[in-house]
């Protein structure tokens, strides 16, 4: 496919919420205007003794807000992608992961910009030219930047990759952290699979596709799970459900990860993350998903639902779990194969790789960053972005770091630094020194407590295969 170039190159708490501005919310200027009234073009950044902050809007509404170092500027401008927002939630502009991350890199002569996007949702359509066109803002207001990195987490991981995959002459490195790097219609197709499991399995009223009243919808579905997790096999088709997307058995950060036998405790680490965080994306935030493609982008005609299993993580406990309730596991894997299937609407799929699918073709450095319990973004995500980029000859541009941690996005300030310094000096060098864990884990330490909200737990880390691949390798429409 032709990728488009929208603009020039040139010119929940914590899961379901973006992350917030550092310093509230930005102040929209006028509609229509990309320039802050109070300061002329070509500004100097940095070097006046104190950090600034300037924000503006878009033409097309979004806000955007740009911060310069008190001190001396080295050049280079840190582009951040917030995550998802809540369909009609709060929107601030957000230029950083934290507070602390954000002081360490003006301190340290970097630049600030990130805009709101223009609208909230699965935002993807709007986020990469009001990114894009962010960067354009900063140049106006103050110089153009000699080197722009993009980051971002969670959906703001998929922006940043597909920043540098729709802009590459734009950004001279990417940190995509916990980021939907499976692509759009990999991410549904998943949490389709689930759904329909869950439908077929426990609660067959609830809908998965076409949902005509989302809020209640979601209610009946946190219902049917509540009950479920009430008896032995409720518990073992949940679980079961969760391997349809490869479900971590640990949820809380800081907590420590359950026995690889353990059974009882990763199934209620899996209750924890379906009732608390993904529920609302898969059996209510479906309906925004598909009011913006223009139906259904999702399907499981020809998905072996057996197969998946077989390649799931959660193998070994959901077939423990079935057998502990007495209840037959091919009889249930009968049910999913022989239950009417959903189709896609062609169009709807067009706009969801549209918004966002991989080439895996990279021209600059990509350093990932990923927990490896995170069960929003599950981290075979990693899988699926190496494999699209290795298939496209660019693996050596690419390197992935992983924690050890249960969590959607749950780095410390200090993991998050350490890996934005590894970045660095491979955008100085030219070349990639990725230490070992262990000197990961020294250097983040040696940050201070402030950075440390939790020890440092960088890890060597394999993900799994992500269960159902897309990238747009060889795809025709």
């Given at each position: 496919m032709?990728?488009r170039?929208?603009l020039?190159?040139v010119?929940?708490a914590?899961?379901?919420?973006?992350?917030a501005?550092m310093t509230?919310?930005?102040?929209?200027?006028?509609?229509?205007t990309?320039r802050p009234a109070?300061?002329?073009?070509?500004q100097?950044?940095?070097g006046?003794g104190t950090?600034?902050?300037?924000?503006?809007?878009?033409?097309?509404?979004?806000t955007?807000e740009?911060q310069?170092?008190?001190?001396?500027w080295?050049g280079?401008?840190?582009?951040?992608?917030h995550?998802?927002?809540v369909?009609?939630?709060?929107?601030?502009?957000?230029?950083?992961?934290?507070?602390?991350?954000?002081?360490?890199?003006?301190?340290?002569?970097?630049a600030?910009?990130?805009s709101?996007?223009?609208?909230t949702?699965?935002?993807v359509?709007?986020?990469?030219?009001?990114q894009?066109a962010?960067?354009?803002?900063?140049?106006?207001?103050?110089?153009?930047?000699?080197?722009t990195?993009a980051?971002?987490?969670s959906?703001g991981g998929?922006?940043?990759?597909?920043?540098?995959?729709?802009y590459?002459r734009?950004?001279?490195?990417?940190l995509p952290a916990?980021g939907?790097?499976?692509?759009?219609?990999?991410?549904?197709?998943?949490?389709?699979?689930?759904?329909?499991?869950?439908?077929?399995?426990?609660?067959?009223?609830?809908?998965?596709?076409?949902?005509?009243?989302?809020?209640?919808?979601?209610?009946?579905?946190?219902?049917?799970?509540?009950?479920?997790q009430?008896?032995p096999?409720g518990?073992?088709?949940?679980a079961?459900v969760s391997a349809m997307?490869?479900?971590p058995?640990?949820?809380?950060?800081?907590s420590p990860?359950p026995?690889?036998?353990?059974?009882?405790?990763?199934?209620?680490?899996?209750?924890?993350w379906?009732s608390?965080?993904?529920?609302?994306?898969?059996f209510?935030?479906?309906?925004?998903?598909e009011?913006?493609?223009?139906?259904n982008?999702?399907?499981?005609?020809?998905?072996?639902f057996?197969?998946?299993l077989?390649?799931?993580?959660?193998?070994r406990?959901?077939?423990a779990l079935?057998q502990a309730?007495?209840?037959?596991?091919?009889?249930?894997?009968?049910?999913?194969?022989q239950?009417?299937?959903?189709?896609a609407?062609?169009k709807s799929?067009?706009y969801l790789?549209?918004?966002?699918?991989?080439t895996?073709?990279?021209s600059v450095?990509?350093?990932?960053?990923?927990t490896?319990g995170?069960?929003?973004?599950?981290?075979?995500?990693?899988?699926?972005?190496?494999?699209a980029?290795?298939?496209?000859?660019?693996?050596?541009?690419?390197?992935?770091l992983?924690?050890?941690?249960?969590?959607?996005?749950?780095f410390?300030?200090?993991?998050?630094?350490?890996?934005?310094?590894?970045?660095v000096?491979?955008?100085?060098s030219?070349r990639w020194?990725?230490?070992?864990?262990a000197q990961?884990?020294a250097?983040?330490?040696a940050?201070?407590?402030?950075?440390?909200?939790?020890p440092?737990?960088?890890t060597?880390?394999?993900?799994?295969?992500y269960l159902?691949p897309?990238?747009?390798?060889?795809w025709?429409?």
């Amino acid at each position: 496919m032709r990728h488009r170039r929208r603009l020039s190159a040139v010119a929940i708490a914590g899961a379901l919420l973006a992350v917030a501005a550092m310093t509230g919310p930005a102040s929209a200027a006028p509609a229509g205007t990309a320039r802050p009234a109070h300061l002329g073009s070509g500004q100097a950044c940095g070097g006046t003794g104190t950090t600034s902050t300037v924000t503006g809007a878009l033409s097309d509404g979004a806000t955007y807000e740009l911060q310069c170092p008190a001190g001396r500027w080295n050049g280079t401008l840190f582009l951040f992608s917030h995550g998802y927002v809540v369909p009609g939630g709060a929107n601030p502009a957000a230029d950083a992961s934290d507070p602390v991350t954000a002081g360490w890199l003006l301190a340290n002569g970097y630049a600030l910009a990130g805009s709101s996007y223009a609208s909230t949702g699965w935002s993807v359509q709007q986020a990469i030219p009001d990114q894009a066109a962010t960067v354009a803002a900063f140049g106006r207001a103050y110089q153009a930047p000699r080197r722009t990195v993009a980051w971002g987490e969670s959906l703001g991981g998929m922006i940043t990759a597909g920043l540098i995959q729709e802009y590459p002459r734009l950004f001279s490195a990417a940190l995509p952290a916990c980021g939907v790097l499976s692509g759009g219609v990999a991410t549904w197709n998943t949490a389709l699979d689930a759904a329909f499991a869950f439908q077929q399995l426990v609660d067959p009223d609830v809908q998965v596709t076409g949902i005509t009243s989302p809020a209640a919808n979601l209610t009946a579905a946190e219902t049917a799970l509540a009950a479920a997790q009430q008896t032995p096999q409720g518990r073992a088709r949940m679980a079961l459900v969760s391997a349809m997307s490869d479900t971590p058995g640990w949820f809380t950060p800081g907590s420590p990860e359950p026995a690889a036998t353990d059974y009882t405790a990763q199934e209620d680490n899996q209750f924890q993350w379906a009732s608390q965080v993904t529920f609302p994306f898969v059996f209510d935030f479906r309906a925004e998903l598909e009011a913006r493609a223009g139906g259904n982008p999702s399907w499981t005609t020809g998905v072996n639902f057996a197969a998946e299993l077989a390649s799931s993580t959660d193998l070994r406990e959901v077939e423990a779990l079935y057998q502990a309730a007495g209840l037959s596991l091919n009889a249930d894997l009968r049910t999913l194969s022989q239950a009417p299937r959903i189709s896609a609407n062609p169009k709807s799929v067009r706009y969801l790789a549209d918004n966002v699918a991989y080439t895996g073709r990279i021209s600059v450095p990509v350093l990932t960053i990923h927990t490896t319990g995170d069960g929003l973004v599950v981290p075979e995500n990693e899988q699926a972005y190496r494999q699209a980029v290795d298939r496209a000859g660019d693996g050596s541009l690419l390197r992935q770091l992983f924690v050890s941690r249960a969590g959607h996005c749950a780095f410390t300030p200090a993991e998050m630094i350490t890996a934005i310094k590894v970045l660095v000096d491979r955008m100085s060098s030219g070349r990639w020194h990725v230490p070992p864990v262990a000197q990961l884990n020294a250097a983040a330490a040696a940050l201070g407590t402030a950075a440390n909200t939790l020890p440092p737990q960088y890890t060597t880390y394999q993900p799994a295969p992500y269960l159902r691949p897309f990238d747009l390798a060889g795809w025709r429409w």
